[in-house]
């Protein structure tokens, strides 16, 4: 996205602070710390300057402590015109360990100082760690203690101004910008954060060496936050590791609808609804859609697998599997590991510095991904994918290959540098280069953060077809919006249940169906029905709500939608986008009663007057005097495409 050229530096004062001027006026002040392994400290403010060097994309400042620390501090200005600030510890003449580098402990600075840091009103956006136990994005006020992984945006959601810091590497560090327990209104920007929200219970790993670095963090400042988040993404796709271009996936897993009683007989039928009767009707893209088994699987036989793919392929469908990579579900770790003959689970199981197998995370145990016989298996298993013919692997329960443990490469200090070990092995074992062909590859149950080691990555936890689960799919698509196709290609809203999931107590109504139909049209997005079709109402309602050809083709353009407004720890009910040069709005309402919904178009960033189609209907809106009305009963969407006079010719 074009940015407006703005003037950009850093101030160096003299009692260890440094300030961000953005177009002559200081939009934050700071300063840093970092701790030695052996509880040392060094504070820029009680340190001494030592050395002040301009550089010229800014400046070196070197800090030297009574405890013979030093602290070096980087604060630059990209060409790109990003300002960015990274630590660096040492000690004269010796070697130093730390797990914990801060460079930035930042809040207003001053008296001439920006709106965002004097109302009280002002929020910070709370970004999880990864997305298990129903985990959700929040903006919320300031709060000592409050803690956002990686990044984070401060905003005052009437003005739309925020200020945004965010890490730019990932590869050794766990990162969070916390509010301060001491200082009002003073948040820390620090390299080596591992609690209960990342689910470590062993502390941070430490690095070693004549000098350790934090992560660098990125300080963006303007008017919107919005696009403040999408010049962050922006600035981190350069390190996207996959892309896709075979368009927005269409399909079905098998999960929500099947769970564990996928067998080869639904799995056959459900294949040839999609391939037969979805697919002519519009539910595809480039005349394709996938059908994945989701666990279970496991029970059908090598033979019966390959033949459901092979049926898929000469249909002209896709075939897609599943598998956990990183855990070890089941009690007895003394079985021997499937692909790695004479070899035992308990062998492979991440531990603690005493040798004590680490605790289960959501039900199961973190394996070490560095251990070259986890390495074996996998290969094993991945071999067996590709030579099986399946086309597209779901991956779970991917957190457990960050925790904070002992690894076996004694090399990898640190849960985010044995993750991106794990990562890396898959990606190689189903690239294009070894294997001859595309394969996607979806992170479901994952850290945000290392990104695009997947083609798509779930932005939320399941969800099934209620209103609670549209408006938690929302959620996501909320704050996390500008991932889509910067971080990964894709945004995945997890599978659509048009009708009732296995954990369901009743059917879900057409407009909870077509609402969470929509919220996952509007993300990104994957695409994957999940209903049990031995039901012919589930295949009724899918042809209801799956075939809407106009609906479909905004899910195949990409396009997230973009929130008009923020909303604490829900979802936002207003979203739009622009698709080849038009406008589209999206509005939900998700509690069961009925209202008269309003729609300020001034502040969506829309033209009053415009004339709108109703993608569903097929009617057409219009506001009054800037406000477009909508009268709803219960859980319901509407999804509105700007008429112009190429539609009407088209109509």
Not at 637 to 649: C, K, P, S
């Amino acid at each position: 996205m074009a940015k407006e050229v703005h003037k950009i530096l850093w101030d160096v004062l003299d009692n260890g602070r440094f300030e961000l001027i953005w177009d002559d006026a200081a939009v934050l002040g700071a300063y840093a710390q970092a701790r030695h392994i052996d509880g040392r400290m060094i504070d820029t403010r009680e340190a001494k300057m030592t050395e002040k060097t301009c550089l010229p994309d800014g400046w070196k400042l070197v800090y030297s402590s009574e405890n013979n620390l030093m602290l070096t501090e980087y604060l630059r200005v990209t060409e790109e015109g990003v300002p960015t600030a990274v630590c660096e510890l040492s000690e004269k003449g010796k070697k130093v360990e730390t797990s914990r580098l801060v460079p930035l402990i930042f809040c207003g600075p001053g008296n001439n100082t920006k709106k965002i840091w004097k109302s009280l009103w002002t929020q910070m956006l709370l970004v999880p760690y990864d997305n298990t136990m129903w985990t959700r994005y929040e903006a919320q006020p300031l709060k000592p203690g409050r803690r956002s992984y990686d990044l984070t945006v401060i905003f005052d959601e009437s003005s739309r101004e925020g200020l945004l810091v965010g890490a730019m590497d990932f590869s050794v560090w766990k990162n969070g910008l916390t509010c301060s327990g001491y200082d009002a209104k003073t948040l820390y920007a620090e390299s080596g954060v591992a609690d209960r929200g990342t689910h470590d219970t062993m502390p941070q790993g430490s690095l070693s060496g004549s000098s350790v670095a934090s992560a660098p963090f990125c300080i963006l400042y303007g008017p919107d936050y919005r696009r403040l988040l999408e010049w962050y993404g922006d600035l981190l796709s350069k390190d996207r590791k996959l892309t896709w271009d075979n368009g927005v996936p269409f399909g079905f897993n098998s999960w929500a609808g099947l769970e564990f009683r996928l067998n080869e007989e639904n799995f056959r039928n459900t294949g040839k609804f999609l391939g037969d009767t979805l697919r002519p009707a519009g539910y595809e893209n480039q005349g394709c859609n996938y059908v994945n088994m989701d666990n279970g699987w496991q029970n059908l036989d090598a033979s019966i697998l390959k033949d459901l793919a092979e049926e898929l392929h000469e249909n002209g469908q896709k075939a897609g599997i599943y598998d956990a990579p990183f855990i070890f579900s089941e009690e007895d770790a003394s079985k021997e590991i499937p692909g790695a003959p004479g070899h035992r689970y308990e062998e492979i199981l991440l531990r603690d510095d005493q040798g004590h197998v680490l605790p289960k995370l959501d039900g199961s145990y973190p394996l070490d991904v560095t251990h070259p016989v986890w390495k074996q298996q996998m290969k094993w298993k991945l071999d067996r994918f590709v030579e099986w013919g399946f086309d597209y692997l779901k991956m779970d329960f991917l957190s457990h290959g960050g925790i904070e443990g002992c690894h076996y490469d004694k090399s990898i200090r640190t849960g985010r540098q044995a993750i991106a070990v794990g990562y890396q092995w898959i990606m190689d074992n189903l690239s294009k280069e070894r294997i001859g062909r595309d394969f996607f590859i979806s992170l479901s149950i994952a850290p945000l953060f290392p990104h695009g080691y997947g083609h798509a990555r779930r932005f939320a936890c399941d969800a099934f077809g209620r209103n609670e689960d549209v408006e938690y799919t929302l959620n996501a698509e909320t704050y996390s919006w500008w991932q889509n196709g910067r971080l990964y290609s894709f945004n995945d809203p997890d599978h659509i249940c048009l009708l009732r999931s296995f954990e369901m107590e009743r059917d879900s109504s057409l407009g909870e169906a077509r609402a969470r139909y929509t919220a996952s049209v509007i993300s990104g997005t994957v695409m994957m029905l999940s209903d049990d079709y031995e039901r012919p109402e589930a295949r009724e309602r899918a042809m209801q709500l799956a075939t809407n050809r106009e609906v479909n083709e905004v899910a195949r353009s990409g396009v997230a939608f973009c929130p008009v407004s923020s909303n604490g720890g829900f979802a936002c009910d207003t979203y739009t986008a622009v698709i080849n040069g038009k406008h589209y709005l999206a509005v939900f309402h998700w509690e069961d009663t009925n209202e008269v919904k309003e729609v300020d178009l001034s502040r969506a960033q829309l033209t009053p007057g415009t004339v709108w189609k109703e993608l569903w209907s097929g009617k057409t809106m219009q506001d009054e005097q800037g406000i477009l009305k909508w009268d709803v009963e219960g859980c319901d969407t509407i999804l509105l495409e700007e008429v112009t006079e190429n539609t009407q010719q088209n109509s």
